[in-house]
């Protein structure tokens, strides 16, 4: 199945740069948010995660084919 991904921040660097933080990737039939993060090796600090703009509360939610994923991290500053 196809999954959109829009990565922010410093998320973007875990796609070829031309992509720009956007990609279609092919995920198997009843991953979940969970593989998605783990097939993309992003860090465990995700601040905000939304499949078609509901947020995410729960890594173990199904994806299905089409599903638009937006993950976002944790901002620091000062």
Do not use: C, W
């Not at 973007?12 to 933080?21: K, N």
Request: hydrophobic share 40%; glycine share 10%; proline share 5%.
């Amino acid at each position: 199945m196809q999954i959109g991904i829009k990565l922010f921040s410093r998320f973007g660097q875990a796609l070829p740069r031309e992509a720009r933080g956007e990609a279609t990737i092919d995920l198997p039939e009843g991953a979940t948010v969970a593989t998605l993060l783990d097939h993309l090796d992003l860090p465990s600090r995700v601040k905000l995660i939304t499949v078609d703009g509901q947020q995410v509360v729960d890594r173990e939610q199904v994806l299905y084919d089409g599903n638009t994923v937006h993950i976002f991290p944790v901002v620091v500053g000062g």
